[in-house]
């Protein structure tokens, strides 16, 4: 962990170094991230609410898939371009290294500019909160946390699915997109109100729905049951395969070279 | 046993076979054909510790794709390794540990900041206790003259510079075996000493083993005693040096400089050109000594300068992949 943490001090450092490049990078992610909270207040100007959730709901919902990603997107950047890694051949050199390959490939890149579409998925969500008049106590606290955290897990599962792919081809990346960008702009709703299809996909394959459906109907009051709370624990599952196509798709580049 | 111990490696990679023409990529766009290409075959090999071995050969001979196994960064088809009773790509954490790899056309410092920054970040990953990494680093600075430039972004070192922190990152850990793949490529004449030097100290007094490959001869000729030479996939030849050079060193070149006419003939004589200054002789000391040469030339005329020169390694090698048609 401990390396982990120099890393990033290390890419922040060499992000710095370019001090202009970073700000205005920094400001252009604002404006990128507005366009899609304009997108659903547009939709709110026409309908008073989607099968049922009203705009601040959504925007909960919103928020914290945002968040995830974008927290991936920082933190988890060498997962997220590792395509980066194998074209450029680093990924050789990871290997001559004594550690978990993975560790190594979080260690790899960040990028720092992103986390100002963090801290907006911050503001959204609390404006969200301020709006929706939830009755708090220490349940709705804890399902609040296990969401964000869910959120940043399961994204996390999908890039290193996603980076699995590279292994094999570094050709037509944009279909890993289907998985990354398309599913969070699917799961910025809640998946509720998509087609039985889309739901049991959403819950089964890739459990978006564990994330921003399940524990929301919890937390907004229309579910009881306390395990709806502490379903998106049940996102954790979700990794073991991931993190085995990794491992699996290392194999194969090994025993096929570059 | 030796110290890496090489039997019947063999890899075969399957490249996407690719015609040129927009037809033809559309057309493998559909349907895919792929040729398999046979990188290396059966290689065998041992090294012994403490040694230098300049593993040499053409572009596309397999030279990379051995370093990359022995690494165990590759998986071979089949075929054993084992260095240090170890196999590279099953006790890849443990076996990292021992070796440090420099790629000359690939670099792993961080570019955008010093390098001492990334010789920080190795001590952790290689986990090297304070002291020890300490001592290390004062001694590699030293040794490599590395005072002035450690604290600069890596981007805005000269090619010799870097070059010369690459070696430094590789060796914070004191590995018993030194990958070099083209070490000196693209550095000018003082950058390729100070690295021959350093590796030569480096052999002498920590008996590193070191595996190195280069296009630059005189990397060869000045580091390693014995070659290890790979074409088509192949060991061609694995010997001492000195015995390749004696082999295909059949030919001196003469210049004498002088006023007089020379007329001589000779079977051993190959070649001999007037130059503006006097005669240039071309001599197969395989039938006629220089001294025989020497002897019979001064009798004729009064010679004013004589320069004697012998074939150039890279020369040697030439007539080398010629004979092995490579």
């Not at chain 2, 076979?17 to 037809?23: A, E, F």
């Not at chain 2, 030479?229 to 003469?254: A, M, R």
């Not at chain 2, 009064?302 to 007539?319: A, F, G, P, W, Y």
Request: hydrophobic share 45%; glycine share 6%; with cysteine.
């Amino acid at each position: 962990m401990k390396i982990y943490f120099e890393s990033l001090a290390m890419h922040l450092k060499g992000e710095l170094e370019y001090r202009v490049n970073f700000i205005l990078s920094f400001l252009s992610q604002i404006l990128v991230f507005f366009t899609y909270y304009f997108i659903i207040l547009a939709l709110f100007t026409k309908f008073d609410h989607i099968k049922g959730f009203t705009l601040y709901e959504v925007l909960l919902c919103f928020s914290i898939i945002q968040f995830g990603f974008s927290f991936n997107e920082v933190f988890a950047r060498g997962v997220d371009r590792f395509d980066n890694l194998i074209i450029r051949g680093d990924f050789d050199r990871l290997l001559l290294r004594p550690r978990s390959i993975i560790l190594q490939v979080l260690c790899s890149d960040s990028d720092f500019v992103k986390s100002s579409r963090l801290i907006q998925a911050i503001i959204v969500m609390i404006v969200a909160l301020v709006h929706l008049h939830v009755e708090w106590n220490i349940w709705k606290v804890i399902t609040l946390i296990l969401m964000l955290f869910s959120s940043c897990v399961i994204f996390f599962g999908i890039f290193l699915a996603a980076a699995a792919y590279c292994f094999f081809t570094v050709q037509g990346l944009e279909v890993r997109n289907v998985f990354t960008d398309g599913g969070k702009h699917m799961a910025q709703y809640p998946i509720g109100v998509f087609q039985k299809g889309f739901v049991w996909f959403f819950t089964f394959i890739i459990p978006y729905a564990f994330v921003n459906y399940y524990p929301l109907l919890f937390f907004l009051g229309r579910k009881e049951s306390i395990l709806y709370a502490f379903s998106p624990l049940l996102v954790i599952l979700f990794l073991i395969p991931c993190v085995l196509i990794f491992y699996w798709g290392m194999k194969r580049y090994a025993s096929v070279g570059s | 046993m030796s110290f890496i111990e090489v039997k019947q490696i063999s890899k075969t990679f399957r490249v996407a076979k690719k015609k040129s023409g927009l037809k033809e990529s559309i057309k493998s766009f559909f349907k895919r054909e792929f040729i398999d290409v046979k990188a290396v075959e059966d290689i065998s090999f041992s090294i012994d510790r403490g040694e230098i071995v300049g593993y040499i050969g053409p572009n596309g001979a397999g030279k990379s794709t051995t370093i990359k196994i022995l690494s165990g960064i590759l998986i071979p088809d089949s075929g054993e390794c084992k260095i240090d009773s170890m196999t590279p790509w099953k006790d890849r954490v443990k076996y990292v540990k021992k070796i440090g790899v420099v790629f000359g056309q690939r670099s792993q410092l961080w570019w955008d900041i010093p390098a001492e920054d990334t010789f920080d970040l190795l001590k952790d990953i290689y986990e090297i206790p304070e002291e020890e990494y300490q001592a290390t680093k004062e001694d590699l600075i030293r040794r490599l003259n590395l005072q002035d430039i450690i604290n600069i972004p890596v981007r805005q070192l000269s090619l010799g510079q870097r070059m010369r922190c690459e070696i430094a990152a590789s060796l914070l850990h004191n590995p018993e075996l030194l990958f070099l793949d083209e070490p000196t490529i693209g550095l000018d004449a003082v950058s390729k000493q100070v690295v021959r030097d350093f590796i030569k100290q480096l052999n002498r007094e920590k008996q590193t083993t070191v595996i190195l490959t280069s296009h630059d001869m005189n990397d060869i000729t000045s580091l390693a005693k014995r070659i290890i030479l790979i074409g088509k996939g192949h060991v061609l030849y694995d010997g001492s040096l000195k015995k390749l050079q004696n082999h295909y060193e059949t030919e001196k070149y003469v210049s004498i400089k002088t006023n007089d006419k020379l007329n001589i003939r000779n079977k051993g004589i190959l070649k001999k050109t007037k130059t503006k200054e006097g005669y240039d002789l071309t001599i197969d000391t395989r039938i006629l000594s220089i001294s025989q040469v020497l002897n019979i030339i001064s009798k004729k005329i009064h010679i004013e300068d004589i320069e004697i020169d012998h074939e150039s390694i890279d020369n040697i090698i030439v007539k080398l992949y010629e004979d092995y048609k490579i």
